[in-house]
């Protein structure tokens, strides 16, 4: 019979104390994940906080979905350990994010097909969440007509899973079915609701799977198309700002949980476990899904919150702007692309926006409808130089913030500009969209820290993005068709600033941390703190 064992702790110390010589030992149980004991555990747990971890339905000892789910683990385990088939893939539809401004909330987008036939979305990437959800089955969604936004030349799309041939039922039954305890049958479909940090924020409905197109991007094999499985969010209803702006036709969480794209591309052995964001100060951008950066690349470690990986947050030890630098303020930051803007602990943002003003060459001023508290105007020579804002994180590596302002465009061009950072309620920080501008940012989630080089906005030609490090044979394009005529395109940042375009105010727009975001990342912990469990076959 062979034993594995997968073991969140064991500890078996023998230290004598010097004064009686008493050996003293340390041990700990090993509990069979599907024991009866780890059931009383799971149980208790959904009674605390209404939802379950792994789903509503428990495997009869040594039935056939007992096995299944054991060998599926295995399984899983064993791809982990071979090379994945691809150096890194992105989607059919273009590796380019979209920039788009005021209409849907400064957040960047990007085109995703899914289904087959296959049927394209403009998702908001967002690294702060887990799920891929789209509009569908609508009860209460966001206007998906295009003369709604002033951006679009087409109308933006709705899923409907009896459509596709290749969608499938995610029952609640199912291992990632969190809700799995509330369904009165196992057999009946997964629901699912996922509550934002914006106040009223939320998307529900039920879980589906079906196929996400993707192309690999290396050399050494043909433009095939890869048709990955992955589980989607069917949203039938949304609220707060998704309705008014903010990711009308859907959203990919890009973070760590076993539901999100990423981790079922890696477990799949399609990819390395991580992948890459780039935000270039053109505001041309691209994503690509196994990338894990170069090998100069500057990094830091990602740390654990409550002793539990659930999302990514860096360590700063330091913040400085130009030479002045904070003492020992210490302080952790959730990196989000899902956060058009950024934010710091309260007491560390007064320091910084004081040093702010205190160099900045402009007078200080208001601009009616914009969040931040420390605007100026502009001379008649545009945005003068600003000062250089540093975090140093935990690891002293140097993180130089490129795009910490505003800019605030009038009629015959810019007349102020704002520092684009606001004070944070609870003691973490937030490194949004702006603070990654000009950066490739690596989240390596196989290793588990962040990395971070410089992007280079030069295109190598009209349909290919620059990928530094990277042999010209293995860039993505952003149009993969070749040509610069999509049914996709866009108009360009500066078009999408129409004067009578539908706008969201920045403050609506971001995803603002409330009061209670540190509170919420807690109950996060609370809700995926894991048991020790062994496989026994």
């Known amino acids: 019979m062979e034993i594995r064992l997968l073991l969140l702790a064991f500890l078996l110390v023998f230290c004598v104390e010097p004064r009686l010589g ?12 599907f024991s009866d004991e780890a059931r009383a555990h799971r149980d208790a747990r959904v009674l605390r906080n209404g939802a379950g971890l792994n789903g509503g339905f428990w495997p009869q000892r040594r039935s056939l979905e007992y096995y299944r789910r054991l060998l599926s683990s295995d399984v899983q385990r ?75 030349d087409r109308d933006l799309s709705e899923y409907n899973p009896s459509g596709s041939s290749t969608s499938k039922t995610i029952s609640c039954s199912h291992q990632l079915c969190a809700l799995g305890p509330n369904c009165p049958n196992p057999k009946q479909q997964c629901p699912y609701t996922i509550n934002y940090y914006s106040d009223d924020t939320s998307t529900s409905g039920f879980l589906v799977e079906d196929v996400l197109h993707l192309l690999p991007g290396n050399s050494d094999v043909s433009n095939k198309s890869v048709k990955a499985p992955v589980v989607i969010g069917c949203g039938s209803k949304q609220t707060g700002g998704y ?19 990423g981790t079922f591309l890696a477990k799949a052995g399609y990819i390395r476990n991580s992948f890459s964001l780039c935000f270039n100060e053109d505001d041309s951008g691209r994503l690509l899904f196994g990338d894990q950066g170069i090998a100069g690349q500057q990094t830091t470690p990602f740390l654990p919150l409550h002793g539990k990986n659930l999302t990514y947050i860096v360590g700063v030890d330091a913040c400085c702007m130009e030479s002045s630098c904070l003492e020992n303020p ?3 930051m ?7 803007f950024s934010f710091l602990p309260a007491q560390i943002f007064e320091k910084v926006a004081n040093e702010f003003d205190r160099q900045v060459n402009a007078s200080k001023s208001s601009f009616e409808g914009y969040p931040w508290k420390y605007c100026y105007k502009s001379s008649s020579d545009g945005v003068p130089k600003l000062p250089s804002f540093t975090l140093k994180f935990a690891t002293s590596k140097s993180f130089v913030v490129k795009n910490p302002i505003f800019v605030i465009y009038g009629t015959q061009g810019a007349v102020g500009f704002c520092l684009a950072i606001q004070a944070a309620d609870g003691n973490i920080g937030t490194i949004g969209q702006n603070f990654m501008t000009g950066y490739e940012i690596v ?13 280079n906005s030069h295109a190598i030609n009209p349909y290919m993005l620059n990928f530094p490090g990277k042999d010209l044979n293995d860039r993505a394009p952003l149009n993969p068709s070749g040509n610069n005529s999509s ?46 469990i062994a496989h026994l076959s």
């Not at 989240?443 to 971070?452: A, S, V, Y």
């Open 243 to 261: 309705l008014s702006g903010v990711a009308p036709d859907g959203l990919l969480g890009l973070g760590l949980g076993d539901i999100s794209v």
């Open 330 to 332: 210490e302080f952790q």
């Open 443 to 455: 989240f390596d989630r196989e290793n588990f820290k962040l990395g971070w080089s410089e992007s």
């Open 22 to 33: 008493a050996p003293i030992m340390y041990s700990a149980r090993l509990v069979h994940r």
């Open 487 to 532: 049914s996709n395109s866009l108009p360009t940042a500066q078009q999408q600033s129409a004067p009578n375009s539908h706008a969201v105010s920045p403050a609506v727009a971001g995803r603002t941390p409330s009061e209670s975001s540190a509170k919420c990342l807690s109950c996060l912990a609370k809700l995926f703190s894991l048991m020790l």
């Open 78 to 152: 064993q791809t982990l350990k071979l090379n994945p088939q691809f150096q890194f893939l992105y989607p059919a539809a273009g590796s380019a994010t979209l920039p788009l401004g005021n209409d849907f909330g400064w957040l960047h987008y990007m085109w995703i097909d899914i289904g087959t036939p296959k049927v394209s979305f403009l998702v908001a990437l967002d690294a702060g969440s887990d799920l891929f959800w789209v509009p569908c089955d609508c009860v209460q969604c966001a206007p998906l007509s295009s003369s709604y936004y002033s951006s679009l």
């Open 334 to 340: 959730l990196v989000d692309s899902g956060s058009s």
